[in-house]
């Protein structure tokens, strides 16, 4: 893609099951002259499932280590409690699917479900953030 125009906005996106995987997936692209250091995000795949796991959190420090400023896909709460300081950004479905069974808050007014409301996803973010920063602060 770079080739037919270095100025695409695209995120180089890292995939793998293991350690050794992802810095295999890393070593590729920085063989084919995309310098993952300088890109502005570099994603992490794979790791929805299992993100809240000392392995995730392994890779994530590990990528992190290389200099590379990380997006976690799918990551959640607990597996950002454990890695957040190793990402640069996230994103996450669980906010919107939380609110899509349960009523609309009250303040929100002219829709009965919140999944696409920005009222719900600030709340649930600032959360999020609190609950991070719980961990980071407390270790617990």
Same mark, same amino acid.
């Given at each position: 893609?770079?080739?037919?125009?270095?100025?695409?906005? =695209?995120?180089?996106? %890292?995939? /793998?099951?293991? $350690?050794?995987?992802?810095?295999?997936?890393?070593? !590729?692209?920085?063989?084919?002259? #995309?310098? %993952? &250091?300088?890109?502005?995000?570099?994603? #992490?795949?794979? *790791?929805?499932? +299992?993100?809240?796991?000392?392995? #995730?959190? &392994? *890779? %994530?420090?590990? !990528?992190?280590?290389? /200099?590379?400023?990380?997006?976690? =896909? /799918? &990551?959640?709460?607990?597996? !950002?409690?454990?890695?957040?300081? &190793? $990402?640069?950004?996230?994103?996450? %479905?669980?906010?919107?699917?939380?609110?899509?069974?349960?009523?609309?808050?009250?303040?929100?007014? /002219?829709?009965?479900?919140?999944?696409?409301?920005? @009222? =719900?996803?600030?709340?649930? +973010?600032? +959360?999020? *953030?609190? @609950?991070?920063?719980? =961990?980071?602060?407390?270790?617990?």
């Amino acid at each position: 893609m770079r080739s037919i125009d270095a100025d695409l906005p =695209f995120v180089p996106v %890292l995939q /793998g099951q293991s $350690i050794k995987d992802y810095h295999r997936c890393a070593d !590729l692209y920085e063989h084919r002259g #995309v310098d %993952l &250091a300088a890109a502005a995000l570099v994603g #992490v795949g794979s *790791i929805c499932r +299992r993100q809240h796991t000392a392995e #995730v959190e &392994a *890779i %994530l420090r590990s !990528l992190a280590r290389r /200099g590379f400023r990380l997006h976690a =896909f /799918g &990551a959640k709460t607990l597996g !950002l409690a454990r890695y957040a300081g &190793a $990402i640069a950004s996230s994103d996450s %479905l669980a906010w919107s699917f939380a609110a899509r069974w349960q009523p609309a808050l009250p303040e929100c007014r /002219g829709h009965r479900r919140c999944n696409n409301c920005m @009222t =719900f996803a600030l709340r649930w +973010r600032r +959360r999020v *953030i609190e @609950t991070v920063d719980s =961990f980071e602060n407390h270790g617990s």
